[in-house]
């Protein structure tokens, strides 16, 4: 199975902008979907956005939609998450996740990685 790895998380303002990255492990990276997934302390882990093994298609939860924008490279195997005017209410940890097609669920991811967090300060 792929590993991956995030990075990027940090601490940023009320409006701010981060850039996430999740790198896989592997040549077969072309051949899965990949979820970001964000947990906040407290609450469940829920659906951020997704995309297809390809590119062409894009999922995203309303609460990020029009701020977020998922995106990815296979020539690098890293799949990235563009963060724009970033709420307090974003603050948790994000995790990417592989599957082999679209899902919101998380139990339909296979592989993990260890998550970065986010904070982002009022």
């Known amino acids: 199975q792929v590993q991956l790895v995030e990075s990027g998380g940090g601490l940023v303002q009320a409006g701010g902008s981060l850039r996430l990255s999740c790198a896989a492990s592997?040549?077969?990276?072309?051949?899965?979907?990949i979820a970001w997934f964000c947990q906040a302390p407290g609450k469940e882990r829920e659906f951020v956005a997704a995309?297809?093994?390809?590119?062409?298609?894009?999922d995203y939860a309303d609460s990020v939609k029009g701020r977020f924008t998922i995106s990815r490279d296979n020539a690098k195997n890293t799949v990235y998450l563009q963060m724009n005017s970033l709420k307090p209410e974003d603050t948790a940890v994000y995790y990417c996740a592989a599957t082999r097609s679209l899902h919101r669920v998380v139990g339909m991811y296979f592989s993990w990685g260890q998550g970065t967090q986010v904070t982002v300060s009022s």
């Open positions: 995309i297809s093994r390809s590119g062409g298609t894009t």
């Open positions: 592997g040549r077969t990276f072309s051949t899965y979907a």
